[in-house]
């Protein structure tokens, strides 16, 4: 499948940070309060607070995006589609990467 996809590189970097963002929840777990904010179009309290293992979420939402845009890439025949498609894999995981590095610095405890 990713033989044919063009831009290649950029479907493997979105692996690559989802990758060292799970990696990095885990590493820096010891270091964050029991609860922290990812929700923030929720309205202010309670509601916007998640476990600190729901920092997950967003990293294995993204490599989830990634498989799909790449499934979807394998039926399409249009190469400029087919790299739209890398390309939003990537900014969607460094979109999440830099969102869980700055809830990490924003509620750890250095």
């Not at 885990?26 to 509601?47: E, H, Q, T």
């Not at 799909?68 to 999440?96: M, Q």
């Amino acid at each position: 499948m990713l033989k044919k996809l063009p831009l290649r590189s950029y479907v493997y970097s979105a692996l690559a940070l989802d990758l060292v963002t799970l990696l990095t929840v885990f590493l820096v777990k010891g270091n964050l309060p029991p609860v922290v904010p990812l929700f923030y179009g929720r309205p202010v309290g309670s509601g916007q607070l998640i476990s600190a293992y729901g920092l997950l979420i967003a990293p294995i939402t993204a490599a989830a995006v990634t498989a799909i845009n790449i499934y979807l890439a394998s039926f399409i025949k249009d190469e400029f589609i087919k790299k739209i498609f890398s390309v939003t894999s990537f900014f969607i995981s460094a979109l999440v990467t830099i969102t869980i590095i700055k809830i990490v610095l924003l509620v750890g405890f250095w």
